[in-house]
Nanobody, 117 residues
């Protein structure tokens, strides 16, 4: 049974930091590209960050470049999203996603991040 369990969301003031974690089970984690998406109220889900299965290559949405960092620990089957200099517009539900070529997609249940003073 595939599971992706996110944690680390919460309420933070503008300029603050949060670290999201996603613990994976039930599939070959080392073979999966791992992604973080987010969805704000009334908006479509958007890709925030991605990291290749080997962990070397990362990519970010322009809106978070220089502020967010994605990383993974294959031994722990966990992917992280370090979020710094948070802005109100970062408020969203953040979802962990696993992609295994050619067509396997798995989703977590999401974790709420609220940036507010």
């Amino acid at each position: 049974q595939v599971q992706l369990v996110e944690s680390g969301g919460g309420l933070v003031q503008p300029g603050g930091s949060l670290r999201l974690s996603c613990a994976a089970s039930g599939f070959t984690f080392n073979s999966a590209a791992m992604n973080w998406y987010r969805q704000a109220p009334g908006k479509e889900r958007e890709l925030v960050a991605t990291i290749a299965s080997a962990g070397g290559r990362t990519n970010y949405a322009d809106s978070v470049k220089g502020r967010f960092t994605i990383s993974r620990e294959n031994a722990k089957r966990t992917v992280y999203l370090q979020m710094n200099s948070l802005k109100r517009e970062d408020t969203a539900v953040y979802y962990c996603n696993a992609f295994i070529f050619p067509s396997q997609f798995y989703w977590g249940q999401g974790t709420q991040v609220t940036v507010s003073s």
